[in-house]
């Protein structure tokens, strides 16, 4: 299929370590979203890319979260020195362009499971 | 600032009852949506529906239905006949309108649980 797809689904990594975490967006999305799900939580917004470019960064929780986008394609979320609290569900979503209008839905990866030790 | 307040955290049903799902959101903005996404067992999100603020007309979607109230700043989602397949956790999210409309608000979800 031609999903979003994230890699890896699984991370466990030891604090203090930096992530790398890759998501694939739908050919021809031009915008990108990354989400965290913590634990019983629901999704905290965190970043979004329209092109390669990202307008909106405010929902980075720390200066350890950054992300990019290069080739309007493929986003690539780091976190660098991990603490336990970042430990979640890291979604990410794909939409032909930002904003709620009509055809413009998200489409959801998996997610990659980070925990850290 | 814009929030969603789900205050079902968890239902459980025999399957072929009725369920409504609650969604109350605040925000500022005359222009907004809103959706509903259901995520199931696997993981992965899946979109249900959107509302913009000034379309007020409840929708029906076979078994799916949504009540859409901006006098209580309620958007509410009713399944008729529930299935075992409908046990999933359900997310209400809001976002503003025009080039503003890129930052989704979530709701803490409800996880439906329909037992056979």
């Known amino acids: 299929g031609a999903g979003v797809s994230q890699s890896p689904s699984n991370k466990v990594t030891e604090k203090g370590k930096d992530v790398e975490l890759r998501c694939d967006p739908i050919s021809g999305h031009t915008a990108l979203y990354w989400y965290r799900q913590s634990l019983g939580q629901g999704l905290e917004f965190l970043i979004y890319?329209?092109?390669?470019?990202?307008?909106?960064k405010s929902g980075l929780p720390s200066d350890r979260f950054s992300a990019e986008r290069t080739g309007g394609s493929v986003s690539t979320l780091t976190i660098q020195r991990t603490q336990q609290e970042d430990s979640a569900v890291y979604l990410c979503a794909s939409s032909r362009r930002a904003g709620p209008q009509p055809y413009n839905e998200q489409f959801f990866g998996p997610g990659t499971r980070l925990t850290v030790l | 600032a814009q929030k969603v307040t789900q205050a079902q955290t968890e239902i459980s049903v025999v399957e072929k009852e009725d369920v409504t799902l609650d969604c109350v959101y605040e925000t500022r903005d005359t222009t907004y949506y809103l959706f509903w996404y259901k995520q199931p067992p696997s993981g992965e999100l899946v979109f249900l529906i959107r509302r913009n603020s000034f379309d007020e007309q409840n929708e029906i979607s076979g078994r799916y239905s949504w009540n859409f109230q901006k006098s209580t700043s309620s958007f509410n989602f009713t399944i008729t006949a529930s299935q075992v397949v409908d046990s999933a956790v359900y997310f209400c999210a809001l976002t503003r309108g025009g080039n503003y409309g890129q930052n989704f608000v979530f709701g803490p979800g409800t996880r439906l649980s329909v037992l056979p």
């Open positions: 890319f329209q092109g390669n470019s990202a307008p909106d």
